[in-house]
């Protein structure tokens, strides 16, 4: 069964540093994109960062220069580097993997940044 399971979250204050995990089952290794998405309370999902399975990536302007997602494709997992966070940043982090015409997500992580 396909599952992603999210690690890395916490508190921080600004202008510290996370980096968040998506560890995907076998399954998912060969997906053709995936990404991660943050969501506020009350807010729609919105993107963050995206790969796709040749390596294109694509960010958020607001995470631009920031923000850094990589894989290790060995390991099967998904990697977001978060550098100078921002009170704005604080969201529920979700990643996201699309293989065949199917979406799956993790469970979403925590970050907290206080100023």
């Known amino acids: 069964q396909a599952q992603l399971v999210e690690s890395g979250g916490g508190s921080v204050q600004a202008g510290g540093s996370l980096r968040l995990t998506c560890a995907a089952s076998?399954?998912?290794?060969?997906?053709?994109?995936m990404g991660w998405y943050r969501q506020v309370v009350g807010d729609q999902r919105d993107m963050v960062a995206t790969?796709?399975?040749?390596?294109?990536?694509n960010y958020a302007d607001s995470v631009k220069g920031r923000f850094t997602i990589s894989t290790n494709k060995a390991k099967n997992q998904l990697y977001l580097t978060m550098n100078n966070l921002k009170p704005d940043d604080t969201a529920v982090y979700y990643c996201?993997?699309?293989?065949?015409?199917?979406?799956?997500w993790g469970q979403g992580t925590q970050v907290t940044v206080s100023s």
């Open positions: 996201k993997f699309v293989h065949g015409i199917t979406d799956y």
């Open positions: 076998g399954r998912l290794s060969a997906s053709k994109a």
């Open positions: 790969m796709t399975a040749g390596g294109s990536t």
